[in-house]
Nanobody
Framework: QLQLVESGGGLVQPGGSLRLSCAASGFIRDDYSIGWFRQAPGKEREGISCISSSGTSTHYADSVKGRFTISRDNAEKTVYLQMNSLKPEDTAVYYC????????????????????WGQGTQVTVSS
């Protein structure tokens, strides 16, 4: 069973940066795509970024493109989300999730394709 644990959330001022981590443990294979999702109060959970298992393909939602960067270190079983130029509208609980349905060079931000989820980490952007 794969377990995912997010960390790195917190309170940051507008324009600031945070780096989220998603650490995998348990029955680990390298063929998981990883997605980052977020959910603000009263809103649907949205997929904001994903990275293929090979790390060669990444995708971003328009709302974060150019500000967020996803990366992975398979040796460390960790995926990162570097978030720069944060805005108040980025405030949400951030989740990472894993999927094995994609090829090694593809990923998608569809939450229904992801089977394993972390518990989430709160990100608050406020002055």
């Amino acid at each position: 069973q794969l377990q995912l644990v997010e960390s790195g959330g917190g309170l940051v001022q507008p324009g600031g940066s945070l780096r989220l981590s998603c650490a995998a443990s348990g029955f680990i294979r390298d063929d998981y795509s990883i997605g980052w999702f977020r959910q603000a109060p009263g809103k649907e959970r949205e997929g904001i970024s994903c990275i293929s298992s090979s790390g060669t393909s990444t995708h971003y939602a328009d709302s974060v493109k150019g500000r967020f960067t996803i990366s992975r270190d398979n040796a460390e079983k960790t995926v990162y989300l570097q978030m720069n130029s944060l805005k108040p509208e980025d405030t949400a609980v951030y989740y990472c999730a894993a999927s094995r349905i994609y090829s090694s060079t593809y990923c998608d931000r569809n939450k229904y394709d992801y089977n394993y989820w972390g518990q989430g980490t709160q990100v608050t952007v406020s002055s």
